[in-house]
């Protein structure tokens, strides 16, 4: 951990605002990403995202300094998420609660007789049609499966930082994020063709 | 190498964590297996798109959590550790009436009582 790391965390122990509020300038956009993709609507997002940092607020004074502040973070926002994913399916709203961008995917796999012929696949996926297709994509994953996929390769977090994030070794992660990723591939593969 | 064994290969490969005897051995296959090429692609393709998908927070976000912490500690949580009868600590406040009396004890031990004429 950096000296400003430690000054700043050491400030957010004083319940200085400042400090608090340079903590959510600094990872506010990591924490609502990575919450994002795992739940895949913007304001369920919105609230976990939020309820993080008041956790972080409040248990602050419990963080010892043995790993770097942000994989601290990202693991309160990891387990908000799997305690959002567990209701939310319990309530058997999986997969029905996914934002627009996931109806621009649909519409896209629909293929209406009017765009089957206008231009190619690759063409056609424009922007935020690819981004709903991902996010559909990473929502059929199991849910531990989905938070490597967002560890890895949209946060472009390292294997170390993962393992301590998940609690798994890093053998683990790298097979079971392969699987994820085939799994990624074949979906897009399958609605792009 | 068979294809089973080349994809299982290529989230080390685009990780760059394949070195040596296997690295060759995947890249011989891929020189000459036109299918395998193909599906390193799609797996390319697919990992690249994940790394665009990073999501900024609403810039609403601070304020939002700013109102929120405010409103669950009633206004009570920044800042007023210092301020007069707000978060003083309890040991502070302890030790101040520890002194107190000390001092007051002390003053009342070393009070001669000058002026007073003991009744014969």
């Known amino acids: 951990m950096s000296v400003a790391e430690r000054l700043l965390i050491g400030r957010l122990k004083a319940r200085d605002e400042h400090a608090f509020n340079d903590i959510v300038r600094l990872y506010g956009d990591k924490v609502f990403s990575l919450v994002y993709r795992m739940i895949g609507n913007r304001s369920e997002a919105e609230d976990i995202a939020q309820e993080v940092f008041v956790t972080v607020f409040k248990t602050v004074d419990g963080f010892r300094g043995e790993s770097k502040f942000s994989t601290w973070l990202l693991r309160i926002a990891a387990n908000h998420c799997k305690n959002r994913i567990k209701y939310l399916s319990r309530r058997h709203t999986d997969g029905g609660e996914l934002d627009d961008e996931r109806e621009g995917a649909v519409l896209t796999r629909g293929g209406s007789p009017l765009q089957s012929h206008i231009a190619a696949p690759d063409v056609m996926l424009e922007a935020a049609e690819l981004e709903g297709l991902m996010q559909v994509a990473i929502a059929a994953l199991e849910e531990e499966h989905r938070l490597l996929v967002v560890l890895r390769d949209v946060e472009e977090l390292s294997y170390q930082e993962i393992g301590e994030i998940t609690g798994l070794a890093e053998g683990t992660i790298k097979s079971r994020l392969h699987r994820a990723r085939m799994a990624i591939k074949e979906h897009l593969d399958k609605h792009t063709r | ?120």
């Open chain 2, 1 to 120: 190498m068979d294809h089973q064994k080349a994809s299982d290969l290529f989230s080390d490969y685009l990780d760059g964590t394949i070195a040596g005897a296997a690295k060759s051995e995947l890249e011989q296959h891929l020189h000459v297996c036109i299918q395998c090429r193909t599906e390193l692609e799609g797996f390319r393709r697919a990992v690249g798109s994940l790394g665009k998908l990073k999501k900024p927070a609403p810039a609403s976000f601070l304020p939002a959590i700013q109102n929120q912490i405010f409103t669950r500690s009633r206004g009570r949580f920044f800042g007023r550790r210092w301020k007069l009868f707000g978060r003083i600590p309890f040991e502070w406040v302890s030790l101040a009436m520890i002194v107190a009396m000390l001092i007051y004890y002390i003053a009342l031990q070393h009070a001669s009582p000058a002026g007073v004429r003991v009744a014969p």
